[in-house]
Each structure stands twice: as structure tokens, then as C-alpha cells.
């Protein structure tokens, strides 16, 4: 079946501006996560969502980040008053569960850039 | 400070040559361990894993990994390199059962040369 799809895959923005990122996860699979990457750096993780739980937002920077799961599927991260730091790939992962046994099945990610 | 190490940022190898890619880990139990790959333009791809028993595991694309206890490492090896190799690698560490955040090493870049 078809894998993890975001949307979009490039997006530009000037400082300042609201974006908004899109997961589509795979279908039938409980978990979905967020990860930042930064040039040079490994995986950062944003946000985890499991069924109907509360999310972990621990990982979130600051304020300006939120997110949302929409009927137990489709993602949204929203980043408000993008700054110039907030540029790197944004990647989205879905798994059967939330116990690391399962593997995290990743998207293409976003690739932010903020001018 | 809890982490994972990937010492290697670019590793130049020779089509058909051995590969050896280092991870290392600091946490105090045993972790879940994983490597990724990330070829261009694509997202990660697991290529094995390791939770117990065994340590030595064989993954995907003919890669293996050990992982040796007493030197909190995690290496991922390959006899013999094919061009399509070339890609970016990733350590993650689960560090305990149930703990769905990984934390992700900063990568190694794979270039094969012919």
C-alpha cells in the first residue's frame, strides 16, 4: 500500500509568516510523529500522537509550533511567525504502535526554507 | 548527558570495497538500537534493528551491525559496497521498552567512488 506522503515537499516563506506542514500517515497505523532536521544534524523529535491520547509535545521548540491530528490520520504542523532558524526538512513517521518494536515507517519530509 | 555519537560525518569508499560505519551510545541500560538510511530526496528507510539476544543482526541491502556492551557501540558494516549504497546514515537509540522517542545520531554521508 501506499507509504507516509507530506505536503508540501519545498516550501518558501518569508520571516514571519504562518505555514502549515501535512502528514499523511499510513493508513491503520496509530502513531504518528514529528522530526526536525537541521543541516548537518540528526533527527529532532517535535510531537508524537497515539490514538486518542494526549500528545507528547515535549519536543515542540517554543510556542510558535503546534500540531494537530485530525480523525486519528491526517497531520498538520502549523508554525506561526517563522523565524530564519525554523529552516530544515520537517519529517513525518507512522507506526502500528507506540512501543519501538514497531518501526516508524518515514514521509519524503518538507523542506522549509525562511527568508 | 544522554546521546548518540556517529564519530564518521563523510566516509569515502570504493565500489566494492568494506564498509564500517560507527555509532556509539550513552545511556545506562542496554537501548533499543536502529540504523536508517537516507538516500536522496527519499525519507528513512530502517535497515535493521536491535532489541536482545543475538549481537550480531542482519538487515536489509546486505547490511549487519553489532552491538558490543562493554563499548556502548552500535556499528553497521557492509563486505562489499555498491554504488546505490551511497546515502545518509542514521544511529537511533530508543534508550528503554515502551519509549517511542528515538533519538537520532547526526548521520554519516555514504560517497562511493567506482
Known amino acids: 500500500g501506499a507509504g507516509v506522503s507530506q505536503s508540501p515537499s519545498n516550501k518558501v516563506t518569508e520571516k514571519g509568516k504562518d505555514v502549515e506542514l501535512r502528514c499523511d500517515p499510513i493508513?491503520?497505523?496509530?502513531?504518528l510523529y514529528w522530526y526536525r532536521q537541521s543541516l548537518g544534524q540528526g533527527l529532532e523529535f517535535l510531537i508524537y500522537?497515539?490514538?486518542?491520547?494526549?500528545?507528547?509535545k515535549s519536543g515542540l521548540p517554543s510556542d510558535r509550533f503546534s500540531a494537530e491530528r485530525t480523525g486519528g490520520s491526517v497531520s498538520t504542523l502549523t508554525i506561526q511567525r517563522t523565524q530564519q532558524e525554523d529552516s530544515a526538512v520537517y519529517l513525518c513517521?507512522?507506526?502500528?504502535?507506540?512501543?519501538?518494536?514497531?518501526?516508524?515507517?518515514f514521509g519524503p519530509g518538507t523542506r522549509l526554507t525562511v527568508l | 548527558a544522554q546521546s548518540v555519537t556517529q564519530p564518521d560525518i563523510h566516509i569515502t569508499v570504493s565500489e566494492g570495497a568494506s564498509l564500517e560505519l560507527r555509532c556509539n551510545y550513552s545511556?545506562?541500560?542496554?537501548?533499543?538500537l536502529f540504523w536508517y538510511v537516507q538516500s536522496p530526496g527519499q525519507g528513512l528507510q530502517l535497515l535493521l534493528k536491535?532489541?536482545?539476544?543475538?549481537?550480531l543482526v542482519q538487515g536489509i541491502k546486505g547490511f549487519e551491525a553489532e552491538f558490543k556492551r562493554s563499548q556502548s557501540s552500535f556499528n553497521l558494516r557492509k563486505p562489499s559496497v555498491h554504488w546505490s549504497d551511497a546515502a545518509e546514515y542514521f544511529c537511533?537509540?530508543?534508550?528503554?521498552?515502551?519509549?517511542?522517542?528515538?533519538?537520532f545520531g547526526a548521520g554519516t554521508t555514504v560517497t562511493v567512488r567506482a
Open positions: 545511556y545506562g541500560a542496554t537501548p533499543y
Open positions: 536491535y532489541f536482545s539476544g543475538d549481537t
Open positions: 493508513s491503520g497505523h496509530t502513531a
Open positions: 537511533a537509540v530508543s534508550p528503554r521498552r515502551n519509549d517511542y522517542k528515538l533519538s
Open positions: 500522537f497515539q490514538g486518542n491520547s494526549a500528545p507528547d
Open positions: 513517521a507512522s507506526s502500528q504502535g507506540g512501543d519501538p518494536a514497531n518501526e516508524q515507517f
